[in-house]
Each structure stands twice: as structure tokens, then as C-alpha cells.
């Protein structure tokens, strides 16, 4: 994160070059073929490399017209901490923090002192900033779209994540070796981190003694911090698999109950400096947590759990209050101290299909207590109550509504889920955050851009409500120029000057 604070104004001629005020009233300006010729991504750092190494080094030709100088197309603020800027040679993977900038302002650095106008030229001949628009930052873009209130673009958002395979086989396409972590890959395609978490702990105290049992090429069996032994499949996927499920009655639970009691160590004492630095850097203060299907269900199992609704339903009731009740408690300490963005809860309660349980299963074991957070929610004026759930959506969404629930995904389009219907049916009470299917990248440049044309006009007609997404991870098979290109056109299209 950058530690120089944000200008206090952005002025980008796409001709010239950026103008920057910067938060001590001093300016900069950065001529277009000089921010080309500093990008800070890694092929030119590399290019840059071979040139102080040796002063002859041939440059790769530009994809832009010899007729057509180079200039800028466009720009997208990355976070508060950078912006990105899209040249007409098509390079666009160079984000230029403020601390960058800073560093390689040309009246001060030895960068611009070293290089004449013509050098620059010789160098290289070689998301958007509408020409008079306003520029948000992506907490500003986020909650706006989801009052459904005019902003430059849509918010876009990085995938739920990567399958086991897809980042080795895009380093084989071409992928930068350096680009290797999750912020890695977010960065080289243009989108923001992820933010830091909130020091909110719903953790057992005292912890388990989470550890690796055995490990392999292929497997590895551990203690989670649920105190569960699971296994990993390495090939196939990063989620570990339950080999047996702790709480097996009231006895069993006993030990987990003790180890949710609330103290006040579980607010940290540096809440508020975490939540300014995310605000200052453009991102969401979420509280997120498991649910009340995806807590029990977590220590006990699908099966367990639903015969557990018909067999034992107090111990269920028990549970979820002991939950609940920390929840509770936790949350409303933060917000005491601390404004909130959201509120989120994961649950996963659904298949392909159908849910995992009935409507009437729902009122008794999950509506009370989503009933109980809402009221904070709403007492403390938290804009965003989401939940995430895979699987049939179009029944659960009946049934969160109530509850106060505005946001949810991821929307999978494979289990049925189609996000232009549901605000044809639902309106504005309900906005989204995915939708777009993650199987068609795999199907090429066309399918591409049928499913992007059948999806992003009429979500933009309706007025928003939609963080634009796909609707889980990237699947191994996913081509790394496709992928380059739906992150590419859906930017142009979700743009308030796109088509």
C-alpha cells in the first residue's frame, strides 16, 4: 500500500500527459511517452533493466500505427492508492501507485533528469476516466451502484479465485514468472488487492492445535482450526473435505460452546486505524462470517445437521444461538467504535437445483437469527447485508428478502441462475455480485462476447445493482489471452460510455 497520501486532483490529458495535484499543493506533470517509458509493470521493469545493462538493446515494436502518436485511451483509479493507464500501443498492465509517481516525478527524480524528449520518443513509439466525468474510487463505485445511483462504470471485481492448474498453465501461455500470489495476479490484471480484515475474532478460544497430519505430491490430511481432520486434494481443488465432523450431540458441542464466549479482546484495538487505511485505499469495511446454515454444518456435516432439524432441534437452537450471540455481541462493539460498510454471511445452502432445506426449515432455524443482525444492520445504518450461496438462488432469494437482505452470489449461472431475470422479477430489491458464467471463457473470444453483450446492457439499463463478476473461480482450461480479453471488453462495456 502506498504510503503517500492521495492527490487531491487527477487531471489526465490523453494527448499531453497527467497533471497531478498532490496533497501538499505541489504539481507534477508526467508527459504520456514518459509514464510509457516508466510503467511500472514487470516486462518494463525488465526492458529497463536490459537498457542500463546495455545501452543497444532492441525494442520491441509497437502495436500502435508509426503514423499515429502515442497517447493515452484511457485511465481507471485502482483503489485510492494508484491509477492505471491504458495507452494506444495497448500496453495497459502498468499501475502507478502515488508513491511511484512520487518517486519518478520528472523535476525531481533522476529518471526524468535522465531522459531527453527525444530519448522518450525513441523508446516506445509506441479500467476508464471519461473526458470531464467524475472518478471514484471502488468503496464510492460499490456503494453507489448498489442505491442504484449514477457512477463512471460499473464495479468489476476479480474472480472468486483461481482453480488448481489455471495459474501454471497461463506461465506457460506467457504469464510473467513473478506473478505468483494472489495479489500478484491482481495486480497484473488491473484490479485492487484484497483488502486487510478487520481485527474481529469469532474464533474458538482456546484455539485448536491446528496441524498437518500427512502430506504428499497429491494429498494433505491436517487439523483445521475447527479442530476437524480434513483433506485436501491438491489436483483438484483448495478447499479441504471434512473426514469427520466433531459434534455429534449435546456432549460433543459442549466443548465448542465454552470456546465461543465473548471477551472484549476480540474487537482489536487498532480497528479504527485498519478500517481508515481501507477507506483511504478505496475498500469495503465488511464484517463477513459463516451463517446459519454454514456454522452447524461445518461442525457437524449436511447430513447430520438436517436429520439434527427433526431429531434434536434444540441442540441446533443451541448452537445457532451460541452463534448468534457472538455475532452479536462482536458486531455491535465494532460498530460502536467504527462505521461498517457491510455486513456479510456465507452459507452455500444450495445445489444445482434446489436448496439443501425447505421454506419451513428456513423460518425456524435461519430467519430469527438473520432477523436479530438486521436490526443491528439497520440500527447502525449499514448499507450492505450480504450473503453468499452456490447452487439455485431463485428460491433462496425469496426467503433472504425478508430477512433484509440486499446482496447476493455469486449467481451461478449453471445452477440456472440468470441475473437479468431476477431484476425483471425482483426489481430493485435485490442486488447481485457475479452472474457472468465462468464455463464460457473457456469457449473463446465469440462466447465471450455473446454472454457479455446479453448481460451487461441490461443490467446497465436498469440502473445498476450489480458487482460485476463471474460467478465463481476461473476453471483450469480458461485460456489466458481469453481470459486477458473478457477482463479487457467487459472494462469497455461497463464504462458509463460503453455500449
Not at 443490467?459 to 476453471?475: E, F, N, P, Q, T
Request: proline fraction near 6%; charged fraction near 30%; aromatic fraction near 10%.
Amino acid at each position: 500500500m502506498s504510503a503517500v497520501p492521495p492527490p487531491k486532483h487527477l487531471d489526465l490529458d490523453k494527448k499531453k500527459g497527467l497533471t497531478v495535484t498532490w496533497h501538499d499543493d505541489r504539481t507534477s506533470f508526467y508527459a504520456i511517452d514518459y509514464l510509457r517509458r516508466m510503467s511500472p509493470s514487470a516486462d518494463q521493469r525488465e526492458l529497463r533493466e536490459q537498457m542500463k545493462r546495455n545501452p543497444l538493446t532492441v525494442l520491441p515494436s509497437s502495436s500502435a500505427s508509426s503514423d499515429a502518436p502515442l497517447h493515452a485511451t484511457g485511465a481507471e483509479m485502482v483503489g485510492n492508492y494508484a491509477i492505471r493507464i491504458v495507452f494506444s500501443d495497448g500496453h495497459d498492465t502498468g499501475i502507478f501507485s502515488w508513491e511511484y509517481l512520487r518517486e519518478i516525478d520528472p523535476e525531481t527524480s533522476s529518471a526524468g533528469r535522465r531522459h531527453s524528449p527525444a530519448d522518450l520518443g525513441h523508446f516506445l513509439s509506441c479500467g476508464v476516466l471519461p473526458s470531464g466525468g467524475t472518478m471514484y474510487t471502488e468503496r464510492e463505485r460499490i456503494l453507489r451502484t448498489l442505491r442504484f445511483e449514477p457512477v463512471d462504470r460499473l464495479p468489476f471485481r476479480f474472480a472468486y479465485g483461481l482453480m488448481p492448474g489455471v495459474l501454471e498453465a497461463w506461465h506457460e501461455q506467457g504469464l510473467p514468472d513473478d506473478v505468483r500470489s494472489r495479489d500478484d495476479v491482481h495486480r497484473y490484471f488491473g484490479f485492487p488487492v484484497k483488502s486487510p480484515s478487520l481485527p474481529l475474532d469469532l474464533g474458538f478460544h482456546p484455539a485448536f492445535d491446528a496441524r498437518v497430519l500427512e502430506e504428499d505430491d497429491e494429498r494433505r490430511v491436517e487439523i483445521d482450526h475447527m479442530g476437524r481432520r480434513t483433506l485436501v486434494l491438491k489436483r483438484f481443488s483448495t478447499l479441504p473435505r471434512a473426514l469427520e465432523y466433531p459434534v455429534r450431540d449435546r456432549a460433543t458441542w459442549a466443548d465448542f460452546r465454552r470456546r465461543l464466549a465473548f471477551f472484549p479482546e476480540r474487537v482489536g484495538a487498532d480497528l479504527e486505524r485498519v478500517a481508515e487505511a481501507n477507506r483511504a485505499a478505496g475498500h469495503l469495511n465488511m464484517f463477513g462470517t459463516s451463517g446459519f446454515f454454514w456454522f452447524p454444518r461445518d461442525l457437524m456435516g449436511d447430513e447430520n445437521l438436517c436429520l439434527a432439524y427433526y431429531d434434536d432441534p434444540d441442540l441446533v437452537h443451541d448452537m445457532l444461538e451460541t452463534w448468534c450471540g457472538l455475532i452479536e455481541r462482536v458486531l455491535e462493539a465494532a460498530l460502536r467504535r467504527e462505521r461498517l460498510d457491510a455486513v456479510h454471511f456465507g452459507e452455500d445452502m444450495a445445489y444445482r437445483h434446489a436448496s439443501l432445506i425447505g421454506p419451513d426449515t428456513f423460518e425456524q432455524f435461519m430467519k430469527p437469527y438473520y432477523l436479530r443482525i438486521r436490526r443491528l444492520v439497520d440500527r447502525y445504518e449499514v448499507p450492505i447485508f450480504s450473503v453468499d450461496t452456490d447452487g439455485a438462488l431463485d428460491q433462496l432469494i425469496e426467503w433472504f428478502l425478508p430477512c433484509g437482505v440486499n446482496l447476493i452470489g455469486p449467481d451461478e449461472v449453471q445452477a440456472g441462475n440468470d441475473i437479468v431475470a431476477f431484476r425483471r422479477r425482483f426489481g430493485r430489491r435485490m442486488a447481485f455480485d457475479g452472474g457472468l458464467d465462468k464455463r464460457v471463457l473457456r469457449d473463446g473470444r465469440v462466447a465471450i462476447d455473446a454472454m457479455l453483450e446479453r448481460t451487461i446492457p441490461p443490467m446497465k439499463a436498469s440502473g445498476g445493482g450489480w458487482i460485476v463478476c463471474l460467478d465463481h473461480r476461473v476453471l483450469d482450461g480458461t485460456r489466458l489471452d481469453d481470459f486477458r480479453y473478457f477482463v479487457d471488453r467487459t472494462r469497455e462495456m461497463i464504462s458509463d460510455e460503453g455500449t
